[in-house]
């Protein structure tokens, strides 16, 4: 069974930068899309950004296009969210997930295996 953990959260000042981290264990995701999402408190859980199987193809929700930077290493079964520029509007637990298919596109959530999140919060 494919286990996500994030990692990289945490309290940031607005306009600061952080990098989240998502490793991939038991299986490997070098053929699989992975993608970011966010929910904050008292709101549904909404795309972030998603990066095909071999990183060729990115797709980003307008909110964070240009801000944010979706990647990956299939060498190591990792995937990165840069985030600069950050907002108070962008404090939000983040989930990394992965889909079985090889490109999922913007506004799909054909996602099959999800993390526990990691909270990144925006605030002066």
């Known amino acids: 069974q494919v286990q996500l953990v994030e990692s990289g959260g945490g309290l940031v000042h607005p306009g600061g930068s952080l990098r989240l981290s998502c490793a991939a264990s038991?299986?490997?995701?070098?053929?699989?899309?992975m993608g970011w999402f966010r929910q904050a408190p008292g709101k549904e859980r909404d795309f972030v950004a998603t990066?095909?199987?071999?990183?060729?193809?990115?797709e980003y929700a307008d909110s964070v296009k240009g801000r944010f930077t979706i990647s990956r290493d299939n060498a190591n079964d990792t995937v990165y969210l840069q985030m600069n520029s950050l907002k108070p509007s962008d404090t939000a637990v983040y989930y990394c997930?992965?889909?079985?298919?090889?490109?999922?596109?913007?506004?799909?959530?054909?996602?099959?295996?999800w993390g526990q999140g990691t909270q990144v919060t925006v605030s002066s």
């Open positions: 997930t992965a889909s079985k298919l090889a490109y999922v596109p913007r506004g799909s959530r054909a996602y099959d295996y």
């Open positions: 038991g299986g490997t995701l070098s053929n699989n899309a």
């Open positions: 990066i095909d199987w071999n990183g060729r193809a990115t």
